[in-house]
């Protein structure tokens, strides 16, 4: 089966740090870019960061820029997200999502169940 | 930044109706956009990209248009699986930012 499967997330103290995983199975993950999207409950979605097929480039939303680092494994088909200092506000369930590219246009065609994570103490 | 807006927040509307929902980005994007339907309690899914390009297996009653700062979703007949809320997201560069969403329900 084509799927993204996210994991890692869970309740965490302001200032903690969490590490969420994203695992591709039933394709080719390793030409695939990867987006991490997040909602908080009760809200619309948040474009978190983006990856390359090579990891060689990399965006971040400037509410995370300097906190959040994503990074990926191909040979395990996998695509991270570290979290650090992380606040109230990052509370939400956070997905991954699969783009891709039509020539010059991508959408996202795969996202995950999605991983929550809550931020309180 | 581009900061995208979408009107209006919410909408009821009668099965059968057209409906029409508008996004409009502060700077031009061409035609770079994408929106995707999420169905309560359900992981979001895309229906059109490059502004006006269905996603293969959607139906043909959504449609969009629009580029450069203004953009529209048409749903040409509203069924009672419509019942989502829907975002634009601007695909031109980073950041990839979203809509504020448009809730749309059965009256």
């Known amino acids: 089966e084509v799927q993204l499967v996210e994991s890692g997330g869970g309740l965490v103290q302001p200032g903690g740090s969490l590490r969420l995983s994203c695992a591709a199975s039933g394709f080719t993950f390793s030409p695939y870019e990867i987006n991490w999207v997040r909602q908080a409950p009760g809200k619309g979605l948040e474009w978190v960061s983006y990856i390359s097929s090579s990891g060689s480039k990399i965006h971040y939303a400037d509410s995370v820029k300097g906190r959040f680092t994503i990074s990926r494994d191909n040979a395990k088909n996998s695509v991270f997200l570290q979290m650090n200092s992380l606040r109230a506000e990052d509370t939400a369930l956070y997905y991954c999502?699969?783009?891709?590219?039509?020539?010059?246009?991508?959408?996202?065609?795969?996202w995950g169940k999605g991983t929550p994570v809550t931020v309180s103490s | 930044d581009i900061q995208m807006t979408q009107s209006p927040s919410s909408l009821s509307a009668s099965v059968g109706d057209r409906v029409t929902i508008t996004c409009r980005a502060s700077q031009g994007i061409n035609n770079y956009l994408a929106w995707y339907q999420q169905k309560p309690g359900k992981v979001p899914e895309v229906l059109i990209y490059?502004?006006?390009t269905l996603q293969s297996g959607v139906p043909s009653r959504f449609s969009g248009s629009g580029s450069g700062t203004d953009f529209t979703l048409t749903i040409s007949s509203l069924q009672p699986e419509d019942v989502a809320t829907y975002y634009c997201q601007k695909c031109d560069s980073a950041p990839f930012t979203f809509g504020p969403g448009t809730k749309v329900d059965i009256k």
């Open positions: 490059a502004a006006s």
């Open positions: 999502a699969r783009i891709d590219w039509n020539y010059f246009y991508f959408h996202m065609d795969l």
